[in-house]
């Protein structure tokens, strides 16, 4: 049985570029979160999708976006890209919303 | 401002030890307390959880403790072994989804 999935696993970009992050959550899960884990750091939510519409949004600038589409997957996008910008991008989904969120292992982005 | 303090920042443990790492928190609207494990190169995956009304939660060799009035909770691991070595988050939440996490514990277990 698949877990979260996210593509893709590691990714360079350069200062000023945007990037899109992606993200598959567990068949028959309905929420997905996003999260920012810099390097030593615990996670940081970014964002909650439920049902195609935001739940939650963390203090993050307006660079940060996202999407959840009909089939639940998800998409993260980040404009202007900042060298702090760098940091492991975590998926996490779940049956609804209030349960338990299950990880995906991450995008690492790293930005030159 | 951190909501969640955690602490040690790095255990280190003899093989068959206790692991004990401790979390405090601020927001008394808090009612979901995880605590997660991570290895290198994966994503935290949920250990074990706890609400507010209950003060002790055991899951095998993991038990949280939990004291509601002191707004602390901490983890132990009894009979450490090496596969136990990873980073761990305590965490919080308010009803909603949104995990705060603390900064982490990275444990290593001495074989």
């Known amino acids: 049985d698949a877990g979260v999935t996210q593509s893709p696993t590691h990714l360079i970009k350069t200062r000023g570029q945007q990037v899109t992050l992606r993200c598959s959550p567990i068949s028959g899960h309905k929420s997905v979160s996003w999260y920012q884990q810099v390097l030593g750091q615990g996670p940081q939510f970014i964002f909650q999708y439920y049902e195609k519409e935001e739940r939650g949004r963390g203090n993050f600038p307006d660079r940060f976006s996202a999407r959840q589409f009909p089939n639940y997957s998800s998409e993260l996008n980040v404009n202007a890209l900042l060298l702090g910008d760098s940091a492991l991008y975590l998926c996490?989904?779940?049956?609804?919303?209030?349960?338990?969120?299950?990880f995906g292992p991450g995008t690492r982005l790293l930005v030159l | 401002q951190q909501q969640v303090k955690q602490s040690p920042q790095s255990l280190i443990v003899q093989k068959g030890g206790i692991s004990i790492i401790n979390c405090a928190y601020e927001n008394t609207a808090f009612d979901y307390f995880p605590w997660y494990q991570q290895f290198p190169g994966k994503g935290p995956a949920l250990l074990i959880a706890?609400?507010?009304?209950?003060s002790e939660k055991k899951e095998g060799r993991f038990t949280i403790s939990f004291n509601k009035s002191a707004k602390q909770f901490s983890l132990h691991i009894m009979d450490s072994q090496p596969g136990d070595s990873a980073t761990y988050f305590c965490?919080?939440?308010?009803?909603?989804?949104?995990?705060?996490f603390g900064k982490g514990t990275r444990l290593h277990i001495l074989p």
């Open positions: 965490a919080a939440s308010m009803g909603d989804d949104k995990i705060i």
């Open positions: 706890i609400r507010p009304d209950v």
């Open positions: 996490a989904s779940s049956l609804a919303v209030q349960e338990t969120q299950y």
